[in-house]
């Protein structure tokens, strides 16, 4: 998940800190309000877009 957060340039390493986590809060809100899609289904078509 971080590679992929990183890759979206939301963070650039694990978001330990309040800002960080803030960070990733918004950019999960944002895609939610976007698409209307619940949280869980951004979070899976988001690991889905890191190449392992």
């Given at each position: 998940?971080?590679?992929?957060?990183?890759?979206?340039?939301?963070?650039?390493?694990?978001?330990?800190?309040?800002?960080?986590?803030?960070?990733v809060q918004?950019?999960?809100?944002?895609?939610?309000?976007?698409?209307?899609?619940?949280?869980?289904?951004?979070?899976?078509?988001?690991?889905y877009t890191v190449?392992?």
């Amino acid at each position: 998940m971080v590679a992929a957060l990183n890759a979206q340039k939301i963070v650039d390493k694990v978001p330990s800190s309040q800002r960080d986590q803030a960070a990733v809060q918004a950019a999960f809100n944002q895609w939610h309000a976007e698409s209307g899609r619940p949280l869980c289904q951004i979070s899976m078509m988001l690991a889905y877009t890191v190449n392992h």
